[in-house]
């Protein structure tokens, strides 16, 4: 990150004080982000149901957790963001400022996949999302990782 605008403070994201403009309606849009999400990869799942003879119909959802993975892992390796964060103007960043890794996407996901299995575990990552100064979820926060507004 060389961008001046960047105010940065000692994790080096956007500083909320000083730009609160990157942290802007986040968590709005990261629910309106899995919202297109979740429906592309049911649309993926249902595409793949014929592949299965059909008999994704009883591990459906087996088969969601796993394309989800996969779709949500590959989308924030290759650029930040899944498709519907991209939609909705938000990428996730680490710590240093800077794009998220392929092996930080990767545990980026395995801390949402836990989180969406462990009912709890989702609920403190929400409320962390609507009462902390960066808009982290409980991921966000043992990754140092942050969805912020795409910068311009």
Same mark, same amino acid.
């Given at each position: 990150?060389?961008?001046?605008?960047?105010?940065?403070?000692? +994790?080096?994201?956007?500083?909320?004080? #000083?730009?609160?403009?990157?942290?802007?309606?986040?968590?709005?849009? !990261?629910?309106?982000?899995?919202?297109?999400?979740?429906?592309?990869?049911?649309?993926?799942?249902?595409?793949? #149901?014929?592949?299965?003879?059909? *008999?994704?119909?009883?591990?459906?959802?087996?088969?969601?957790?796993?394309?989800?993975?996969?779709? !949500?892992?590959? *989308?924030?390796?290759?650029?930040?963001? +899944?498709?519907?964060?991209? #939609?909705?103007?938000?990428?996730?960043?680490?710590?240093?400022?800077? !794009?998220?890794?392929?092996?930080t996407a990767?545990?980026? +996901?395995?801390?949402?996949?836990?989180?969406l299995?462990?009912?709890?575990?989702?609920?403190?990552?929400?409320?962390?999302?609507?009462?902390?100064?960066?808009?982290?979820? #409980?991921?966000?926060?043992?990754?140092?990782?942050a969805?912020?507004? !795409?910068?311009?």
């Amino acid at each position: 990150m060389t961008d001046p605008s960047f105010a940065f403070s000692a +994790t080096r994201l956007p500083d909320p004080a #000083l730009r609160p403009d990157f942290y802007r309606a986040v968590p709005a849009k !990261r629910l309106g982000a899995w919202i297109v999400d979740i429906l592309a990869v049911a649309v993926a799942c249902m595409v793949l #149901l014929p592949f299965t003879a059909f *008999t994704g119909i009883f591990f459906f959802p087996l088969m969601m957790l796993v394309v989800g993975f996969l779709y !949500r892992w590959s *989308t924030i390796a290759q650029g930040s963001a +899944t498709p519907g964060m991209w #939609l909705m103007g938000i990428e996730f960043r680490d710590r240093d400022g800077e !794009r998220l890794s392929g092996g930080t996407a990767f545990a980026h +996901t395995l801390l949402y996949s836990v989180s969406l299995a462990v009912a709890p575990l989702q609920l403190i990552s929400v409320i962390l999302m609507l009462v902390t100064p960066r808009r982290q979820g #409980l991921g966000d926060h043992l990754l140092g990782t942050a969805a912020i507004n !795409r910068p311009l």
